[in-house]
């Protein structure tokens, strides 16, 4: 597609329950960013993709989170047993290739919002 | 890992007047960018400029990679301009991730 979507814009959520945010990248772009934000703060990285395998998921902040790219297209961030501390909006971004690779700028998506109640 | 530090934290100009931007990092970057966020929540990138400078109509931009800092000069402020500027840096070679400053809430009034 033209740009980076993502769907849900918008979920609530009970405690406890699991979420799945999708997100559907720029058509060729190789490299995928999931990033999280809390209000007043900038984006934290969350985990990356190079194609269909997890390159580095450093920044998941446990293991009640977890995210797939299984064609190196489309990916599914996937929360489990949500907590309140899990509201936040959740961005996804895509580039070309890997950011070392030359001068490759992230493209992100309009983001969905979680909230926890 | 890199820390990046950007200043001032909130600014407020009336239209037409000029700002200066600052992000300060902590270590050798390997690729920074400068991103426009909307109130709307939108990130959009405005440069890629791991070092030199570079102008896209009103806005330009200055890294110093030696000296470890990068500005971000907005002149002619419009109020569309108004939103959140963020600097975001990929540290030691091969870190392939973006590391986000705070950002600078600029709000531009008529």
């Known amino acids: 597609g033209a740009g980076v979507s993502q769907t849900p814009s918008n979920k609530v959520t009970e405690k406890g329950k699991y979420v799945e945010l999708r997100c559907d990248p720029i058509?060729?772009?190789?490299?995928l960013y999931w990033y999280r934000q809390s209000l007043g703060q900038g984006p934290e990285f969350l985990i990356y993709?190079?194609?269909?395998?997890?390159?580095?998921d450093s920044g998941l902040p446990n293991d009640r989170f977890f995210a797939v790219r299984p064609e190196g297209s489309v990916s599914t961030l996937k929360i489990q047993r949500t907590e309140r501390g899990d509201s936040a909006v959740y961005l996804c971004a895509s580039s070309l290739d890997r950011l070392g690779s030359g001068a490759n700028v992230l493209t992100f998506g309009a983001g969905s919002r979680l909230t926890v109640l | 890992g890199i820390q990046v530090e950007q200043s001032p934290p909130d600014l407020i100009l009336q239209e037409g007047a000029n700002s200066t931007l600052r992000c300060n990092f902590s270590d050798s970057v390997n690729n920074l960018q400068w991103f426009h966020q909307n109130p709307w929540g939108q990130l959009i990138n405005l440069f890629y400029i791991p070092s030199g400078t570079k102008q896209n109509g009103r806005l330009s931009a200055t890294t110093v990679a030696t000296e470890r800092y990068s500005l971000l000069y907005i002149s002619s402020s419009q109020t569309t301009d108004s939103g959140v500027y963020f600097c975001?840096?990929?540290?030691?070679?091969?870190?392939?991730?973006?590391?986000f400053g705070k950002g600078t809430k600029l709000t531009v009034n008529p």
């Open positions: 058509s060729g772009h190789t490299a």
């Open positions: 993709f190079q194609g269909t395998g997890a390159a580095d």
């Open positions: 975001a840096v990929e540290g030691r070679r091969g870190s392939e991730k973006l590391v």
